[in-house]
């Protein structure tokens, strides 16, 4: 008998099997996902051989450790 | 609307300004595909230099031709079949230079670790478009997957602008890992359940 799937499940399985056409509103939520990453994600923590800067997180972690 | 859906209404008005010109020129969409390539590997040479910006700017430039020969052969009623074969092929020739463009740079920088990174981005992105192809030789549609085409040049050019191109290599390379994936489970799953009909 099938089990049915719990909602993060479902969520994760339709984020890797991706079914949803562009301009939908899962599209813009998956978009926004990718933007926060690629800016807000620290160069330093990916080793990015030519970014400069910490970008915005590693921004605010500075400020803290102040 | 959508954020996304908003984003390409905008984009469409000087889009639609170049393909009037385009079309009051007549000039022939295998043709701008040719110079979208062309265009595609100076951004290619940017890249591979480090002027990230510039190659920024230059893909905007090529990506616009790329985009607009589809609409300009439909305007001008020279939509053919080679037309479609001629733009898939000289896509995958801008998507790779694009990706040698990185892996030359990141080579000169003694990276052998991004020099992975982007080789790999490259190699599921060009089996992203042959999956497909290959599945629509056997299956009706084969339309699944986040990471396509346009994405990975709007990422590219994200990349560029912004100095954030190895969160973008990773993102293409994560997300075309998936893509292939979700084309071979359709299409799997779309001959099994043909191949179970037949014997029905």
Redesign the interface.
């Known amino acids: 008998m099938k089990r049915a799937a719990t909602v993060p499940g479902r969520v994760l399985w339709h984020a890797?099997?991706?079914?949803y056409e562009?301009?939908?509103?899962q599209?813009?939520v998956?978009?926004?996902a990718?933007?926060a990453?690629?800016?807000l994600?620290p160069?330093g923590w990916?080793?990015?051989?030519?970014?400069?800067g910490s970008?915005p997180i590693g921004w605010l972690i500075a400020l803290l450790r102040r | 609307m959508t954020f996304t859906g908003l984003i390409g209404w905008i984009c469409m008005f000087p889009l639609r300004a170049i393909i009037r010109t385009c079309v009051r020129l007549q000039i022939h969409p295998n043709v701008l595909t040719f110079v979208g390539v062309l265009i595609n590997f100076a951004a290619a040479t940017a890249l591979a230099l480090g002027r990230f910006v510039t190659a920024g700017v230059i893909m905007v430039i090529a990506n616009i031709f790329d985009f607009i020969d589809g609409k300009v052969a439909v305007e001008l009623g020279a939509v053919s079949k080679f037309g479609g074969f001629w733009d898939s092929v000289i896509d995958r020739f801008s998507d790779i230079a694009l990706f040698i463009g990185l892996i030359y740079l990141y080579s000169e920088l003694r990276r052998t670790d991004y020099v992975m990174v982007a080789s790999l981005a490259m190699m599921f992105a060009i089996m992203t478009s042959y999956t497909r192809a290959r599945a629509e030789s056997l299956i009706r549609k084969c339309k699944v997957g986040f990471m396509e085409r346009p994405e990975r040049i709007v990422l590219f050019m994200i990349g560029a602008f912004t100095n954030r191109m190895a969160a973008v290599l990773w993102v293409i390379l994560v997300l075309s890992v998936f893509t292939v994936a979700d084309r071979i489970i359709l299409t799997y799953r779309e001959l099994r359940t043909a191949g179970r009909e037949a014997v029905a």
Not at chain 1, 16 to 19: D, S
Not at chain 1, 22 to 25: C, E, G, L, P, V
């Open positions: 890797f099997f991706w079914t562009r301009a939908s509103w599209y813009d998956m978009v926004i990718i933007l990453f690629v800016w994600v160069p990916l080793g990015d051989p030519v970014a400069h970008g």
